[in-house]
């Protein structure tokens, strides 16, 4: 029995670990760049925008959920996918590669777990599902059993019934980084003596 060669891994799993590399190889070369021309100063800012884009981006959320009826679903999606991605891009730069205080740690890892998960929902989802429906409609084609076309799948299947779970993980993770970046956001407050 041949297996095709494109492959649930191949034709989107790697796809989603580059873009994940680029928001990582980008947080890299930007920290190395503010340090290195001496515009640290510069990140401990970038906070405030990446914030703003990350909070700017749910707007999609309220609309998928009708909370708000303006703007197109497809586009608003695009937006928070951006969004979200250039966000956190500047919301990494702005933690740096300093461990000085564990409440914007705590925040910056959710925050990571948060873009993972939300990429596994746009990247790999609806495509992985289209992927193992045509490859078990190819393998019906081809004349093989139920059971031999669930064989031959069976691998993807399973690969996708794990991303199926990403909304479980999604929204509360999400909840958790907006807890602990408001945390962090309220000590610095109270820090510069602003509360």
Known sequence: MHISKSSLWRGHV???ALLLGLLAAATLAGDYLLHRLNLVWVGRYLGIPGTVLIIGSLYYSARKRKWVTKGDPKSLLT???FGAWLGSLMVLLHAGIHFNAILPWLATVAM???VISG???KMLLSQSRQHV???RERFQLRGLSKA???QAVF???VALGAMAQWRKVHIPIF???AVLALGHMVSIFLFWGWL
């Open 14 to 16: 790697l796809p989603f």
């Open 79 to 81: 937006l928070h996918e």
């Open 112 to 114: 990571g777990v948060n």
């Open 119 to 121: 990429l596994v929902g």
């Open 133 to 135: 429906q045509g490859e």
């Open 148 to 150: 031999e076309v669930d």
């Open 155 to 157: 691998w993807d299947a």
């Open 175 to 177: 909840i958790v980084f």
